[in-house]
């Protein structure tokens, strides 16, 4: 049993559960079976636009197993395409969405026919023999393609290749240029990234045609979004949908979305009245799963003698993909992109334009940080810039410009940001002292005389945790705002939490069961948590945007309050005291004058067995729901800061990584161990980004490192020690007053890293725009430097 004297709000306990995982016990989407159930192998596009001019199945259909080979004119008499089109952003177009193509494939890879077997092998054996009939079309693939005059419309059906266009802030900012002591400007250049999850997609989907009720089984973050998804899709009540999510290895963003071929095994699945499954295998995922952070920018800022920041004028080009990513869209990575640079800082005026651009590639979607990261990246080269400019150092240029918010709540950035008070001066603080930031700058001073490169790399970031009603609402997408919990009190004493937050690997159930077991004084495995099931939980948004804690564990502290209230009231009515008087402590009910002889588990057996035997002979309610959506505030903010301490090889443009620190204000912290690991998961996939990740495609199309021997993914070796401190500032729109935590890593890591490496070349006169930063880009950019004197 856990030490309870230590079981509440800021405990250092190990994650519940993570023995199971550990030694295999878990249970995925692939470890479901039923009885009579059938396999997918779906045959792929081979071009990256093409037009479908026949299908030949015979020969797939003697194989042994295959049960039927579907195509796309046959689902859709019985499946919508998706629509991915919210009325709430303007100048927004995106094609329809089929399960399978019916006549335009737009990527390569994108599904055209599934086949349908006793096994996966037989299916794979059907899938090869299935003849498809090609007219190959002329292929978009990059951003600068896409964006040319005369440039093929990666859909037929559109006339150029524009998905969106807005604009944050001022029309004009040219008066805040003018005149300006300082005016620094870059291009930055940004690779397409995808999840790569431990466990990749799967959906195991059974529609019983007996009661014409669907339930499906996915490895996915927000399963009462799928149900509705489903049953937009299918002509189906949502009533008849029920969606589990089982244990999930990972996800990133990469589950937020609803899959095509995910929704045509759902399809196929009520077309055959058979339950099917399918499970995405890793060659597949390259090509299949959503991408994100494919971008081009380009940034001004001007600054004053002293630094402070006069403007920014910034435009970021996003490539989208081919489809808009269902249901959430693909515009959400590249309006933050635009709409985040600058956060952390008062800039004076501000201009930002986003344009997406449709591609003859995967769709983009959803990932760590969705666009955050780039925008922290963008500001902080620029801060760095700025600073060399001016003459005034890194870490100070970034104080003089914070942004300090008023006491009497939030205010709004001139990019339309609410965000709610900051601590970052505190957190540079810390961290300056940490990494002892004054020594470090001398022994790279001492070093560069000796021909030896290091960088100091800083990077300040803020996080919009918390996503409630303010984002998703106003864009007209229905997506749940809320998070919701349903407590429930056992005869023996124990506790039932139901919550719609869903756990992919952060601990978040483990986190909500320690905080509810701290309110009532017990053991975290006196809390049994359920979640992920459509069928047990009440109605909330899963997870996404680091809202877990700050909405889902907010939930759950006011269905405590109401329950302990209620138990309290009853102990009070037999102890003959005021309900005030009264607490849990260790499980046991404590008056005035201590012990009181009543504890939880007694209270519980008389609220079930012996109701009779209250003072009023009635009980309070057992089961208490409580649902929480932020009022005040869109989004709660939480803030930090990054810092990253490397080498540059310049004989082989390597990069070594030395050190990291971060500082981060993610308000209350319930477990300290846990939202420690998050951070340090975040900064490497930030390092992937930065220096290894890239998602890489021929001229015309054809994805060219599609596996894990080319697509290249940080490892444990190649990580420096990663220092994680805290400051703590709880946000003020929550009684908890956590702020969230899941994506703060990923934010500020790559602006770290590109900072740091900016840093290291100062003596060379080389810059590195393109990323992810690999050796022969630093090497080329250092001759490139070398050439140009």
């Given amino acids: 049993m856990t030490e309870l004297a230590n079981s509440g709000i800021g405990a250092p306990l190990p994650r519940e559960g993570a023995r199971r995982l550990a030694e295999g016990r878990g249970r995925y989407v692939d470890d479901i079976t039923l009885p009579g159930l059938l396999h997918i192998a779906f045959v792929r596009a081979p071009f990256a636009h093409g037009r479908l001019l026949g299908i030949e199945t015979d020969d797939a259909l003697e194989v042994p197993g295959v049960v039927a080979v579907i195509d796309g004119r046959r689902l859709a008499e019985i499946c919508a395409p998706f629509d991915t089109n919210p009325p709430g952003v303007p100048g927004h177009a995106s094609a329809p969405q089929p399960p399978l193509v019916v006549d335009e494939s737009c990527f390569q890879g994108e599904a055209v026919a599934a086949v349908v077997a006793e096994s996966r092998a037989a299916a794979e054996d059907g899938a090869e023999l299935v003849f498809l009939d090609w007219d190959e079309l002329p292929a978009v693939c990059s951003i600068e393609d896409a964006q040319a005059e005369d440039a093929a419309p990666v859909h037929t059906r559109f006339s150029d290749n524009l998905s969106l266009r807005h604009r944050f802030g001022a029309e004009d900012v040219s008066e805040a240029f003018h005149g300006a002591a300082h005016v620094v400007e870059a291009d930055f250049s940004f690779g397409r990234q995808t999840g790569v999850t431990l466990e990749p997609r799967g959906i195991v989907a059974h529609w019983d045609p007996r009661t014409e009720e669907l339930e499906v089984w996915q490895s996915h973050q927000v399963p009462w979004q799928m149900r509705e998804v489903y049953a937009r899709q299918l002509g189906l009540s949502p009533q008849s949908v029920r969606v589990t999510a089982p244990d999930v290895g990972g996800a990133f963003g990469l589950k937020l979305h609803a899959y095509a071929d995910e929704l045509a095994a759902v399809a196929v699945s009520r077309l055959l009245g058979r339950p099917v499954k399918y499970i995405v295998d890793r060659l597949e995922s390259f090509t299949a799963d959503a991408h994100a952070r494919e971008a081009r920018a380009s940034c001004r800022m001007a600054v004053d003698a002293e630094g402070h920041i006069l403007g920014i004028d910034a435009v970021v080009d996003a490539g989208f993909g081919a489809y808009a990513m269902h249901p959430r869209g693909s515009f959400g990575e590249a309006m933050q992109a635009a709409q985040m640079i600058g956060a952390p800082y008062r800039v ?14 995967a769709p983009s979607g959803a990932y760590r940080g969705v666009g955050q990261p780039i925008a922290c990246a963008i500001t902080e080269e620029m801060i760095d810039l700025a600073s060399r400019a001016a003459d005034i150092d890194p870490a100070e240029m970034r104080r003089i410009n914070y942004r300090r918010t008023l006491d009497e709540g939030t205010r709004a950035t001139q990019a339309g940001l609410v965000v709610e ?39 300040s970031f803020v996080e919009l945790t918390g996503v409630g009603a303010g984002l998703y609402g106003p864009l007209g997408l229905t997506v749940a705002a809320n998070e919701a919990c349903r407590l429930t009190l056992q005869p023996d004493g124990s506790l039932t939490c139901a919550t719609s937050v869903t756990d992919q690997g952060q601990g978040t159930l483990s986190a909500i069961a320690q905080l509810i077991a701290g309110e009532f004084g017990i053991a975290p495995e006196g809390v049994r948590m359920v979640a992920g099931d459509t069928g047990r939980t009440p109605y909330g948004g899963g997870a996404w945007a680091s809202r877990g804690m700050a909405l889902g564990g907010e939930a759950a502290k006011r269905a405590c309050a109401r329950l302990r209230d209620g138990l309290l009231e009853l102990a009070a009515g ?5 309900p005030e008087a009264l607490r849990f402590e260790q499980g046991e009910i404590i008056g005035p004058k201590g012990a009181s002889g009543l504890d939880l588990a007694e209270l ?37 800061v990054h810092a990253v301490h490397l080498e540059v090889d310049p004989e082989l443009g390597t990069v070594d990584l030395l050190g990291y620190w971060v500082v981060d204000d993610c308000g209350t912290v319930v477990n ?39 697509y290249v993914v940080p490892m444990a070796g190649e990580m420096p020690d990663i220092f994680v401190e805290h400051v703590s500032t709880p946000t003020r729109a929550t009684g908890l007053g956590a702020r969230g935590v899941g994506e703060a890593g990923t934010v500020g890591g790559l602006g770290a890293v590109r900072t740091a490496l900016g840093d290291a070349l100062v003596p060379t006169g080389a810059r590195v725009s393109q990323q992810p930063f690999t050796p022969g880009r630093v090497l080329a950019a250092i001759m490139a430097a070398e050439d140009a004197e």
């Fill in 348 to 361: 004076g005026a501000f201009r930002a334009e986003v344009r997406g651009w449709r591609q003859n590639k």
């Fill in 421 to 459: 008070e900051l601590s970052l001066d505190a957190c540079l603080d810390k961290l300056l002292e940490a990494m002892d930031y004054t020594a470090l700058r001398s022994e790279q001073a001492a070093l560069r005389a000796k021909g030896i490169y290091r960088g100091i790399g800083l990077a």
């Fill in 574 to 578: 037999i102890l003959q005291c005021e």
């Fill in 604 to 640: 519980a057996a008389l609220c079930h067995y012996r109701p009779y035997d209250s003072p009023t002979g009635q009980v309070p309610p057992m089961t208490v729901e409580e649902s929480f959506v932020p009022a005040a505030l869109p989004y709660i903010a939480s803030n930090g």
């Fill in 672 to 710: 300290p161990l846990l939202v420690d690991e998050q951070l340090r998961g975040g900064i490497v996939q930030g390092i992937g980004a930065a220096l290894y990740e890239e998602c890489l495609y021929s001229e015309d199309g054809q994805f060219t490192n599609g596996t894990l021997a080319d």
